[in-house]
């Protein structure tokens, strides 16, 4: 499985961005969909996921601004982020988790894209 993020950029605080991430493959049932962000000297956080039977999580510093969705037409998942701040600066990177069995599976990221937001 490939991912190929795209959309990020350079916006002022109070904006608002939408990254895509386009799968390789048909979005397989099994998977676990998700956005993950690393800021500089800071380890790669948690930001949004979206299992196949539609269930949703947010990282606590993002719910209620940033909106996770797919669009399984186009093998795309998609990351709609509004009232952004600085400290939303970072690289988002892509995820997808395919499961082999209820303990088991194999993580595929994309190369990431770079979300810088001005003061």
């Known amino acids: 499985v490939q991912l190929e993020e795209s959309g990020g950029g350079v916006v002022q605080a109070g904006g608002s961005l939408r990254l895509s991430c386009v799968f390789s493959?048909?979005?397989?049932?099994?998977?676990?969909m998700g956005w993950y962000r690393q800021a500089p000297g800071r380890k790669r956080e948690f930001v949004a996921g979206?299992?196949?039977?539609?269930?949703?999580n947010y990282g606590q510093s993002v719910e209620g601004r940033f909106t996770i969705s797919r669009d399984d037409a186009k093998n795309t998942l998609y990351l709609q982020m509004n009232s952004l701040k600085p400290e939303d600066t970072g690289v988002y990177y892509c995820?997808?988790?395919?499961?082999?069995?209820?303990?088991?599976?194999?993580?595929?990221w994309g190369r990431g894209t770079q979300v810088s937001v001005s003061s």
């Open positions: 995820n997808s988790r395919l499961y082999t069995s209820p303990h088991n599976w194999n993580d595929y």
């Open positions: 493959t048909t979005i397989h049932e099994r998977n676990v």
């Open positions: 979206l299992a196949s039977n539609g269930n949703i």
